[in-house]
């Protein structure tokens, strides 16, 4: 199974709305509706932000939202906040019955 | 609140076996599925394995020669057996809670451990 693509870097300013892409294929991203985000501050373990392209567990703020079209994922955070600058990896479940993760994507808050 | 911790050793020698256990407390293994997800140094998350608390398992096709994932309820741990390492699997290594909502397929990992660091060198 190879990950599943995402853009190494985005950048945006406080306040400011990003979008930060996974592409997969039909057997895992574009198959189910399973697709999950989390979070990871340097040195620290990833938190769960998106479950199932679109839900929010409890606690996560509501500036994080999720979508999916096709065989592409996307995770939006708006109203951009410093706490927010960390890497970001999308998963999906696969027709393997196996998980796969996306390579990361480093945000930086200008 | 869940809470999981790894534990084993730091460094193994490259061509051993590296085994890693994971304690959860704060809630019973079902019906859960239990997860390891590796990251090596600079890079991204890799999933490894799961095992359902009634230990069927599903492994990584890239590493699945080399795993074995097992379960013990009545301790609430359950473990990861790794063998033949190489340089390449230096690495954190995480314990994760899967989530399969009532369903059959992992779905996402809502819980983490803290990770433990393994160095494979001679």
């Known amino acids: 199974q190879s990950a599943l693509t995402q853009p190494a870097s985005v950048s945006g300013s406080p306040g400011q709305s990003i979008t930060i892409s996974c592409t997969g294929t039909s057997s895992d991203v574009g198959g189910y509706n399973y697709v999950s985000w989390y979070q990871q501050h340097p040195g620290k373990a990833p938190k769960l932000m998106i479950y199932d392209v679109s839900n929010r567990p409890s606690g996560v703020s509501n500036r994080f939202s999720g979508s999916k079209s096709g065989n592409t994922a996307s995770l939006t955070i708006s109203g951009l906040q410093a706490e927010d600058e960390a890497d970001y990896y999308c998963?999906?479940?696969?027709?393997?019955?196996?998980?796969?993760f996306g390579g990361g994507a480093k945000l930086t808050v200008l | 609140q869940v809470q999981l911790q790894e534990s084993g050793p730091g460094l193994v020698k490259p061509s051993e076996t590296l085994s890693l256990t994971c304690t959860v407390s704060g809630d019973s293994m079902s019906p859960y599925y239990w997860s390891w997800i590796r990251q090596p140094p600079g890079k991204g998350l890799e999933w490894i394995g799961n095992i359902y608390y009634s230990g069927s398992t599903n492994y990584n096709p890239s590493l699945q020669s080399r795993v074995t994932i097992s379960v013990d309820t009545s301790k609430i741990q359950f473990s990861l057996k790794l063998n033949s390492v190489t340089a390449a699997d230096t690495a954190v290594y995480y314990c994760a809670r899967g989530r399969a909502y009532g369903g059959n397929s992992v779905r996402s990992f809502d819980y983490w451990g803290q990770g433990t660091v393994v160095t494979v060198s001679s």
């Open positions: 998963s999906s479940y696969t027709s393997s019955s196996g998980v796969v």
